[in-house]
């Protein structure tokens, strides 16, 4: 099951930016799952990581490499985390990096390993490095899209994204995929999300634009609460399209091309979610006129995350009530109950403490047979906004998660 | 569905403490819905309430009468939570006293109404205030167990428990009944709990014996991390035993009655999770060498709520690399992943950050296949141990939040 089309628009390749997808054979024969990105010289390269404090073998070493030098490959498998794999683990990602070092006349701390499939079990890296030639045979920049598939696990169809600006006349092209579909409540990004750009952008510029976007889109995201061990995300600016280099964030063309960069993460987490496990529903909660960010935050996932409330929504019952409880154990501070609304679309549900009086059943029941929800919750006790999205629980959500082994 | 037998001990009538039942018809015609609990003059009595900001009107206004006066009577009806219901809860929650009072010629403080139910419909005040005379009539000693079935709402099975011991060389009784199946992760009391003893104790020491116990038992349980509007819990202490007053917390009988109450207190709480809606399993979370009860309850309800590892337990799968992403997502500062193990009962399965080299599938298939399963989790980083219990996430529990209305 997934929300909407899934339709994919043009991805336009990115200058400097070459992918090769081979079938390593890891989980099930002649299934692509190995992704090689290699990453121009002179590109700048931001990542951000899980906070997961069990973060798998490939995330640490992706930290240690990425602290040591710009990379030139970004090497991907599906069908294994190698999460909770102790020392072994972290040698077979080590292990993998050399191999790919040495057959790309590259250095190893040039390379990030990045895994995501079943965690626990060893990396079958003899596998990943046999395939690794056929990787790198088919290098080239229009492999968006088969790249989009090479990520793939549970994710039922592929994620990805393009957009195109001008940017002082010079046209420039921002690209990126993402996969994920369970144990998807990112605190840092995506299980997995790689973005390009043929921009010109410095490299401390680019971590911080890479930073807040993730925090508005990939970290604004929860199907299930569950934060995975190897959430990463990585955002390469090869710097082709020869504009004026982006160096600062009060550079006059930041906050356009920032805009656009935005755009394409907060699609890509949206696909995360459309693609949830077992979703019946694309539901939006925004929470509204909150004193900060935090409490907005504490409330939006206390709705998003309840169990009551994600279960009412894939029955598609108005269950007005399930929702004011969420936010009233949200734990927001000196929480005046009766100056909270809560609309669905545009339907006023709830207001001082209890149902609106214009409210009636059908209204409800009418707003919540969409496919694709907006449940804003105004709080009245400051200026900030705050949204989030997830998805329901269905009957498919527990018979996915209590056959698949993550 | 639900784990355990169920089997009721004999239930032990409180000398000072009367019981009587109604139908109110509130939803359905002919059922038990409606308890009054009758407090002997003299007693102590102490509550705990739900920290959510969106307490329903009994709440609010048994707390309001609870700081006025010792209470006399506690009336319960189910069926119908009067919560998200504005000022004409209120107003009907402020109806149901008066009218009890009038009838048993108390004043209205004297009186602690108590609700639970669906959440969000106008209370049918006339239809519980008719049924006040017949609760009155029904008055008597033995009555726990009608009481128990009394305060149902989705619960498969009625929660009561009884003990008796020796204080001071009299027979001194405890005996308590409580209910609840979804909305449960109680933050001060469950949905409702009701314990009464004939013990002596003053006041302020019966408070404090309320809250250490509850902080050891209905706050020490989840299902679905939803902290009900309606949660109460009320500790009544009539005194009719005629024992030494306990006056305070170095008493010398205070330590013997302290365990005797947390034992039943602890009994109602587990009770409430072998009944969780859908449940197939009964998980004991049992965090180990913590640095501070804060830190071992972070990762205990990280892994008692996290919708993959209960989805997992459903399956008796033990699939404990979702565990460890569990804890290490809980948000414990400076978490070293390598000093903490995992053990499935007596089966250690993970240590050093990995699975344990002598762990076997079939061991943790075993483990699991029990109704009854305990999680240890050592954190290896102080001597705080901290214990949790909670439920799977079943096919059950979907079906039974996508079609009832709380």
């Not at 793939?152 to 001008?166: F, H, L, W, Y």
């Not at 399209?241 to 987490?269: G, Q």
């Amino acid at each position: 099951m997934a929300v909407g089309s899934g339709q994919l628009p043009t991805l336009h390749p990115v200058a400097g930016f070459k992918i090769g997808i081979a079938s390593a054979g890891i989980k099930k024969p002649g299934r692509l799952d190995l992704v090689i990105m290699q990453v121009a010289e002179g590109s700048a390269v931001a990542a951000v990581f899980t906070k997961n404090a069990f973060c798998a073998a490939p995330v640490q070493l992706a930290k240690q490499h990425l602290r040591a030098q710009t990379p030139l490959f970004l090497v991907t498998n599906t069908g294994n985390a190698n999460a909770g794999t102790g020392a072994a683990g972290l040698a077979n990602a080590q292990l993998t990096c050399e191999k790919l070092a040495h057959l790309a006349n590259a250095s190893v701390q040039s390379i990030l390993p990045f895994s995501t499939g079943v965690i626990g079990e060893p990396l079958p890296v003899e596998k990943i490095t046999n395939a690794l030639p056929a990787g790198l045979a088919d290098l080239r920049e229009d492999n968006w899209l088969q790249a989009a598939h090479g990520i793939m696990t549970t994710d039922t169809r592929p994620k990805a994204t393009s957009v195109q600006i001008d940017l002082d006349g010079k046209r420039v092209t921002i690209t990126g995929i993402s996969k994920g579909a369970g144990m998807i409540k990112p605190n840092m990004a995506t299980m997995l999300g790689y973005v390009a750009t043929d921009a010109a952008v410095q490299q401390d510029v680019l971590q911080q634009i890479i930073e807040r976007a993730v925090n508005r889109s990939f970290n604004r995201i929860t199907i299930d609460g569950d934060t995975s061990t190897n959430d990463s995300c990585v955002l390469v600016a090869t710097g082709h399209a020869r504009n004026a280099t982006i160096d600062s964030v009060s550079h006059p063309l930041f906050e356009k091309f920032y805009s656009a960069v935005e755009k394409v993460f907060v699609e890509l987490a949206q696909a995360i979610i459309r693609d949830g496990e077992g979703a019946t529903k694309f539901v939006t909660i925004n929470v509204q006129d909150g004193a900060n960010e935090k409490e907005n935050l504490l409330v939006a996932y206390a709705v998003a995350e309840s169990p009551l409330v994600k279960t009412a929504l894939f029955a598609s019952d108005p269950n007005w009530g399930r929702i004011l409880a969420a936010v009233g154990r949200a734990g927001v501070e000196n929480l005046d109950v009766n100056l909270i609304s809560v609309h669905i679309n545009n339907v006023l549900i709830a207001e001082h403490g209890g149902r609106a009086p214009t409210y009636t059943e059908q209204q409800g029941a009418d707003a919540l047979a969409a496919e694709e929800i907006t449940i804003s919750i105004n709080l009245s006790r400051g200026d900030v906004d705050t949204t989030v999205w997830t998805t329901d629980f269905s009957h498919d959500y527990v018979t996915i998660n209590a056959e698949y082994r993550t």
